[in-house]
C-alpha cells in the first residue's frame, strides 16, 4: 500500500463518497483544491549567505468559511503533503461543526538546524510571500510540526506591519500576550481526553483505573495524560522518539515530564521498565492513544492492538489497510479528524475573541471546548448507527464531515 498522504486522503474521501452516494463532479471538486501557492524563500543566513527554500500554502475548501491551518517547518514539506493535510482540515473542521475550511502551509527547511534569526527572517520573508492568500476573513495560519506560539507571533507582526495596524486575528496560536487564548496549550490533548472519556462510557468501562497507553509525550500526549490521570485514568506507558517506559502500577504524569526536560527522553524513568514504541502500541490496555507519528498502526500491527479504545491523537496514525482490522479489533475507534480537533475548536475561540477584542478565562475556553466535543463525539456515534457495521469508525466521521460541506456547497450553488 503506498502511503502517499494525498493518496490516503483521496481514498478516505472516496469511502464516505460512496456511502453517500455522492455525484462524480462533486466527488472530483472536493478532490482538488481551491487554490495552492508555491513560493520561494530566500533569505541571507548568519555566515552571511543567502539560501533558498521552498514554502506552500494550500486552500482545500471555502465553502464552510475562511480556511484555518497550520503551518510547518520541516524538511520533507512537499506540495502533495500540504494539500493532503488541507484536505483533512476541511473535513476536521465539518466534524466539529465550525465555520471554516481547510487550509495548510509550510516551508521545506530543517529547523533544528537554523538559529532564532535565521527562523525569523524565514517566517517574516514566508509572510510576505503569501500575503496575497491570508487574512482574518480569508485564510487563517496556526502552529504545526516545529512551529509555536513565537512563530506565530512573528507572522501577527510582519501582516500588522503591511497593513499599518494591529491584527491579532490573522494568527492563532499566538501568544496570550499578543491575543492569543488562554487554554490554547492543552486544547488539542484535552480534545483527546474528552472524546476517550465520551467513548468509555459508551462501551461501559469505567475510567476510574482504566489503563491508557499513549505513544508520544510531546505536546498532545502530556496533556492528554495528565488530563486523563486527574479523571482517575491509569497511565501505564509513555513514550518519545528515543523509545517507551511501562509501569503496570502507573506513571506520575508531571514526573515523567521533569524527567524529559533534564535528560531529553522518558526513556530512564525511575521504576519503569524500558520498551520499544513497537512494543507500546501492542500493551494490552483500555485507551490507547497513539500521539506521535503518522502511519505507526499497519497492516502489519493492526491485529496485535490489544486496546478497547483507540483515540488519534495524531495526524494519520493509522493506514487505510489497518483501518478495517482496527474496527474489527477495537470496540470504538476515534479517529484523528474527531479525536484530536480540540486544537482547531480553541484556534476558532481565539480567532472570535481577536475579532471582538474581548477575552475569555481558561475556565470558559474548556466548558466551551467541553461542549463541542461531545456534541461531536455525539453525532459521529449516531452516523455509525445508522450506517451500521460496514462503516468503519473513519468512514461514520468522514460521511459527517462531507454531509456538511456538501450541503454548504449545494446552499451556495455553483457560479456561473
Same mark, same amino acid.
Given at each position: ?28 471538486? !472536493? ?33 464552510? %468559511? ?52 535565521? !527562523? ?62 488562554? %487554554? ?131 495526524? %494519520? ?16 475507534? !476515534? ?33 466551551? !471546548? ?47
Amino acid at each position: 500500500m503506498n502511503e502517499d498522504p494525498l493518496q490516503i486522503a483521496h481514498l478516505q474521501l472516496e469511502e464516505a463518497a460512496e456511502m453517500m452516494d455522492l455525484d462524480d463532479g462533486l466527488l472530483d471538486y !472536493l478532490k482538488t483544491p481551491d487554490r495552492v501557492m508555491q513560493v520561494k524563500v530566500p533569505i541571507r543566513m548568519d555566515d552571511g549567505s543567502i539560501k533558498v527554500f521552498t514554502g506552500y500554502r494550500s486552500q482545500h475548501c471555502g465553502v464552510r %468559511g475562511p480556511y484555518k491551518g497550520g503551518i510547518r517547518y520541516h524538511p520533507d514539506v512537499t506540495m502533495e503533503e500540504v494539500i493532503a493535510l488541507s484536505m483533512w482540515m476541511t473535513w476536521k473542521c465539518a466534524v466539529v461543526d465550525i465555520p471554516y475550511g481547510g487550509g495548510k502551509g509550510g516551508v521545506a527547511c530543517n529547523p533544528k538546524e537554523m538559529s532564532s534569526g535565521e !527562523l525569523e527572517r524565514l517566517t517574516r520573508r514566508y509572510t510576505s510571500a503569501i500575503l496575497p492568500l491570508i487574512s482574518p476573513d480569508r485564510d487563517i495560519p496556526a502552529p504545526d510540526v516545529y512551529t509555536n506560539p513565537q512563530i506565530m507571533a512573528w507572522i501577527m507582526d510582519t501582516y500588522s506591519i503591511f497593513q499599518g495596524y494591529s491584527v491579532p486575528g490573522i494568527v492563532t496560536g499566538k501568544p496570550v500576550e499578543l491575543g492569543g487564548s488562554k %487554554g490554547r496549550i492543552s486544547s488539542t490533548g484535552r480534545g483527546v481526553a474528552i472524546t476517550a472519556r465520551e467513548a468509555a462510557k459508551k462501551i461501559g468501562v469505567r475510567l476510574n483505573n482504566a489503563r491508557v497507553v499513549i505513544q508520544g509525550f510531546g505536546n498532545v500526549g502530556y496533556y492528554a495524560a495528565k488530563i486523563l490521570s486527574e479523571w482517575g485514568a491509569k497511565i501505564i506507558a509513555v513514550s518519545d522518539s528515543r523509545g517507551g517506559i511501562y509501569r503496570a502500577e502507573g506513571l506520575t504524569v508531571d514526573k515523567v515530564l521533569e524527567h524529559k526536560v533534564k535528560t531529553g527522553s522518558v526513556v530512564g524513568f525511575n521504576g519503569t521498565k524500558e520498551i520499544s514504541n513497537e512494543e507500546l502500541l501492542e500493551l494490552e490496555c483500555e485507551v490507547l492513544i497513539p500521539a506521535a507519528l503518522e502511519n505507526v498502526i499497519t497492516k502489519k500491527n493492526a491485529d496485535n492492538i490489544n486496546a478497547r479504545i483507540v483515540a488519534e491523537g495524531a495526524n %494519520g496514525p493509522t493506514t487505510p489497510d489497518a483501518d478495517r482490522i482496527l474496527d474489527d479489533k477495537c470496540e470504538l475507534v !476515534l479517529p484523528d479528524i474527531l479525536a484530536n480537533s480540540g486544537g482547531v475548536v480553541v484556534s476558532y475561540f481565539e480567532w472570535v475573541q481577536d475579532l471582538n477584542r474581548y477575552f475569555w478565562d481558561e475556565e470558559r475556553v474548556n466548558q466551551e !471546548l467541553e461542549r463541542i466535543m461531545v456534541k461531536s463525539f455525539n453525532e459521529v456515534l449516531e452516523v455509525k448507527r445508522e450506517l451500521g457495521k460496514e462503516a468503519t469508525w473513519r468512514a461514520a466521521t468522514m460521511t459527517l464531515a462531507l454531509k456538511r460541506v456538501v450541503e454548504a456547497f449545494e446552499l451556495r450553488g455553483l457560479w456561473p
